[in-house]
């Protein structure tokens, strides 16, 4: 299962300071059971748990940065000792997923029946791998329109979706990025999007590239842009593997709580006196 993986997910596509792969587990042990998560945390391991299954195939890495103790009275110690313990193996695919064709992007750009797809940010030795992915839309929708769209068709979430730009804006061309995705706002603009849709935008950086003239944002839940990729591994893993594959549902988005501001776009952008 873990060379399967790792073929699909090549380690070597990783970014330097990721930790991806085989974290816990014999590799030689036989998987049955498969749990795909998007984030290795208490209530996704009780998930495991309960369902019996032999592996966790997770997408955020648990043990990303050094530790000098796996102790159980750390989060992640805690986690470690109850995978082991309960002979739960535990594998990684992080930005070697992101970069891999098909990958997390792919299955993001699906929930939207983008066309015509390629990499935002290619890698230089394989132009057909790389960072997200630019797509047409079947129809052309005003980014009003495409808001709602990414509101219906992405897992629910407290955080939903948010907008940057002119509601009334026609795109044609889109841009997603799974994860974490504001270092590509300037390949966007590159790309010719029309509109950009990725998590975790900041507000300087995504009022500059405004500024510029930049694609418009659509700044989603960094759990919600990622989930979709967990359904890609889980039919990959049916089709060609005598395995049972199960998708956490759970959503693990910190955020939990979401009060709409009773301000209008008009009375927002008045000066204040």
Same mark, same amino acid.
């Given at each position: 299962?873990?060379?399967?993986?790792?073929?699909r997910?090549?380690?070597?596509?990783?970014?330097?300071?990721?930790r991806?792969?085989?974290?816990?587990?014999?590799?030689?042990?036989?998987?049955?059971?498969?749990?795909?998560?998007?984030?290795?945390?208490?209530?996704?391991?009780?998930?495991?748990?309960?369902a019996?299954?032999?592996?966790?195939?997770a997408h955020?890495?648990?043990?990303?940065?050094?530790?000098?103790?796996?102790?159980?009275?750390?989060?992640?110690?805690?986690?470690?000792?109850?995978?082991?313990?309960?002979?739960?193996?535990?594998?990684?695919?992080h930005?070697?997923a992101?970069?891999?064709?098909? #990958?997390?992007?792919?299955? @993001?750009? +699906?929930?939207?029946? !983008?066309? =015509? %797809?390629?990499? /935002?940010?290619? *890698?230089?030795?394989?132009?057909?791998?790389?960072? #997200?992915?630019?797509?047409? @839309?079947? +129809?052309?929708?005003? !980014?009003? =329109? %495409?808001?709602? /769209?990414?509101? *219906?068709?992405?897992?629910p979430?407290?955080?939903?979706?948010?907008?940057?730009?002119?509601?009334e804006?026609?795109?044609?061309?889109?841009?997603v990025?799974?994860?974490?995705?504001?270092?590509y706002?300037?390949?966007?603009?590159?790309?010719?999007?029309?509109?950009y849709?990725?998590?975790?935008?900041?507000?300087?950086?995504?009022?500059?590239?405004?500024a510029?003239?930049?694609?418009?944002?659509?700044?989603?839940?960094?759990w919600?842009?990622?989930?979709?990729?967990?359904?890609?591994?889980?039919?990959?893993?049916?089709?060609?593997?005598?395995?049972?594959?199960?998708?956490?549902?759970?959503?693990?988005?910190?955020?939990?709580?979401?009060?709409?501001?009773?301000?209008?776009?008009?009375?927002?952008?008045?000066?204040?006196?």
């Amino acid at each position: 299962m873990v060379a399967a993986l790792e073929a699909r997910y090549r380690p070597a596509w990783a970014e330097q300071w990721d930790r991806v792969g085989l974290v816990l587990g014999d590799p030689a042990a036989v998987v049955r059971r498969v749990l795909c998560v998007v984030d290795v945390v208490d209530e996704t391991v009780d998930e495991a748990f309960a369902a019996g299954a032999d592996l966790i195939v997770a997408h955020h890495p648990l043990m990303l940065k050094g530790v000098s103790s796996v102790a159980p009275t750390t989060f992640k110690g805690r986690i470690v000792h109850r995978l082991i313990k309960g002979d739960i193996a535990l594998f990684t695919a992080h930005t070697n997923a992101d970069t891999a064709n098909p #990958g997390v992007s792919d299955a @993001l750009a +699906a929930r939207f029946g !983008l066309r =015509e %797809l390629r990499p /935002l940010s290619p *890698r230089p030795d394989d132009p057909a791998l790389g960072i #997200g992915r630019v797509g047409t @839309l079947p +129809a052309p929708l005003t !980014l009003a =329109e %495409l808001t709602a /769209l990414a509101a *219906r068709e992405l897992p629910p979430t407290t955080w939903g979706v948010r907008a940057a730009g002119d509601p009334e804006r026609i795109i044609r061309t889109l841009a997603v990025c799974g994860g974490s995705g504001d270092s590509y706002l300037g390949a966007a603009t590159a790309a010719g999007a029309d509109a950009y849709l990725t998590a975790d935008l900041r507000h300087h950086l995504a009022g500059e590239h405004l500024a510029g003239g930049g694609p418009a944002l659509l700044d989603a839940a960094h759990w919600a842009t990622e989930r979709p990729w967990c359904d890609d591994v889980a039919a990959w893993l049916r089709a060609g593997h005598p395995v049972e594959v199960l998708v956490s549902d759970l959503d693990t988005d910190p955020w939990t709580l979401h009060a709409a501001s009773p301000l209008s776009t008009e009375q927002k952008k008045e000066p204040s006196s």
